[in-house]
């Protein structure tokens, strides 16, 4: 009988300081006797996706972030459901055929780590929600919180159908929108003084503000947002729930 092969798990992106997938997996790999390891891929085009793949004949499941989770569904021989629905692709796992060929099965599970790390935050006056960025990530927490009930409307830099931009975050509308999440880069380590252009003067103890940054913990949206009074939370918890369920579906 054959020995369990070596396996290896990975993450791409670009870049990838930022990240601390790869120290929570190999802390678990070895906490409990698993012969695999998890490395980061940083690529600067997805092109070299491919080439990732053919270097590392161990590769077994892969995380994919920023700026990629779009751009790999090319890639992909099939999709579940939810990543389908999201159009975003955040899990991959290599099903690898007797003959060698290798087949790719995209997953989102930034949609379940974010609905459960939220979900004991939502009350009834947080029934409409703010979503910063239109990014695969933006996608993942626009589906999470309907999900949950919550009414969620992009803003951008830019106009587009279906969302506003920055500007047009009147009184009014953050008087009624009082969750606010922030999906793009701005603030992710190493440029941590960096934040969204929202009004944060009209920010009150009823909004609850949600950075899926993990690093640094306390980000200058999260920083500016609780200066006014509103509760705030980061991406840590989405991050170990979302590589939890990572897991899960690298092992189905």
Avoid at 90 to 118: A, H, P, T, W, Y
Avoid at 122 to 136: E, F, H, P, Q, Y
Avoid at 166 to 178: D, G, N, S, V, W
Avoid at 198 to 211: A, K, Q, S
Wanted: some cysteine; charged content about 25%; hydrophobic content about 40%.
């Amino acid at each position: 009988m054959s020995l369990p092969r070596h396996k290896v798990y990975g993450l791409i992106g670009f870049p990838l300081t930022h990240s601390f997938s790869m120290n929570y997996f190999n802390n678990m790999f070895d906490s409990e006797n698993i012969d695999a390891e998890y490395v980061n891929f940083e690529i600067p085009d997805i092109g070299d996706f491919m080439e990732v793949v053919a270097e590392n004949p161990e590769l077994a499941g892969l995380n994919v972030t920023i700026p990629y989770k779009e751009q790999v569904i090319p890639y992909m021989d099939e999709m579940d459901d939810e990543a389908a629905l999201v159009g975003a692709v955040n899990v991959i796992k290599l099903i690898r055929g007797k003959n060698g060929e290798i087949r790719f099965k995209g997953f989102n599970s930034d949609v379940m780590g974010f609905q459960n790390s939220i979900a004991p935050l939502i009350n009834d006056k947080r029934r409409k929600a703010l979503v910063l960025g239109t990014g695969g990530a933006s996608k993942a927490i626009n589906r999470g919180l309907l999900n949950l009930g919550v009414e969620p409307v992009y803003v951008s830099r830019t106009h587009g159908e279906g969302r506003l931009t920055y500007k047009e975050l009147t009184p009014e509308i953050m008087e009624t929108h009082k969750i606010v999440v922030n999906c793009t880069p701005l603030g992710m380590y190493p440029d941590v003084e960096r934040c969204p252009d929202i009004p944060y003067d009209l920010l009150t103890p009823e909004h609850l503000c949600y950075d899926l940054i993990y690093n640094p913990d306390m980000t200058a949206f999260m920083r500016k947002s609780r200066l006014a009074g509103a509760e705030v939370k980061n991406g840590l918890e989405m991050l170990l729930l979302q590589a939890f369920e990572s897991w899960n579906i690298w092992n189905l």
